[in-house]
Nanobody, 118 residues
Framework: QLRLVESGGGLVQPGRSLRLSCAAPRAITSVFNTYDMAWYRQAPGKQRELVAS???????NIADSVKGRFTISRDNSRKTVNLQMNSLESEDTAVYYCYAQRGSENYWGQGTQVTVSS
């Protein structure tokens, strides 16, 4: 089983930046490297949606709603995946979840709250 721990959320003003991190502290590095990783978010009253994903070969996919503002990266040696969020908007307010997938296996983190408000 892959345990995912998110960090970096908080309250930020519109236009500012935040960096979310997702770590798999108990995973063996070679095992973490075999998972495709992603960030999802869920705003109040809305369905969970994909924000960004990165494959084991570092191919990335960014949702249109955040393209040009958010980037995803992974550091396999540290077993982390990061989401850099720039030019944040109130519409980005949500709980952000880390997600890992390998074949039929999939795991979720517990989520981290991001609130964009003045």
């Amino acid at each position: 089983q892959l345990r995912l721990v998110e960090s970096g959320g908080g309250l930020v003003q519109p236009g500012r930046s935040l960096r979310l991190s997702c770590a798999a502290p108990r995973a063996i590095t070679s095992v973490f490297n075999t998972y495709d990783m992603a960030w999802y978010r869920q705003a109040p009253g809305k369905q969970r949606e994909l924000v960004a994903s990165i494959t084991t070969s570092r191919q990335t996919n960014i949702a249109d709603s955040v393209k040009g503002r958010f980037t995803i990266s992974r550091d396999n040696s540290r077993k982390t995946v990061n989401l850099q969020m720039n030019s944040l908007e109130s519409e980005d307010t949500a709980v952000y979840y880390c997600y890992a997938q390998r074949g039929s296996e999939n795991y979720w983190g517990q989520g981290t709250q991001v609130t964009v408000s003045s």
